[in-house]
Nanobody, 127 residues
Framework: GVQLVESGGGSVQAGGSLRLSCAAS????????MGWFRQAPGKEREGVAA???????NYADSVEGRFTIAVDNAKNTLYLQTTSLKPEDTAMYYC?????????????????????WGQGTQVTVSS
């Protein structure tokens, strides 16, 4: 099946930046949703950003304007460029993939829309 491996997490000061990467393998469909989710202690898993196979993106209000999601299809890699990081961005970040909606609706930020998950990469932002 689909395998997703995240990297790029780390510890940064508030206002800093990180680029998270997700290497994907075993996925052969043209249509897809790929997303980034995060989960902090005591909180539910939260959708951060999503992109479909046509390049349409969807962002959570909390990261709009600060984070950018992108896919490099040639490298089979999903990225999340984070800027202006805040302490409240501290969480385990997970890469996710789903079958997509064949153009009938955008990729959403709900956990149930995705059926493949990576192991996560930790992002810690210090004030």
């Amino acid at each position: 099946g689909v395998q997703l491996v995240e990297s790029g997490g780390g510890s940064v000061q508030a206002g800093g930046s990180l680029r998270l990467s997700c290497a994907a393998s075993g996925y052969t469909y043209r249509s897809y949703c790929m997303g980034w989710f995060r989960q902090a202690p005591g909180k539910e898993r939260e959708g951060v950003a999503a992109v479909d196979s046509d390049g349409d993106t969807n962002y959570a209000d909390s990261v709009e304007g600060r984070f950018t999601i992108a896919v490099d299809n040639a490298k089979n890699t999903l990225y999340l460029q984070t800027t202006s990081l805040k302490p409240e961005d501290t969480a385990m970040y997970y890469c996710a993939a789903g079958p997509g909606w064949a153009g009938y609706r955008m990729c959403g930020l709900e956990v149930w829309e995705y059926n493949n998950w990576g192991q996560g990469t930790q992002v810690t932002v210090s004030s």
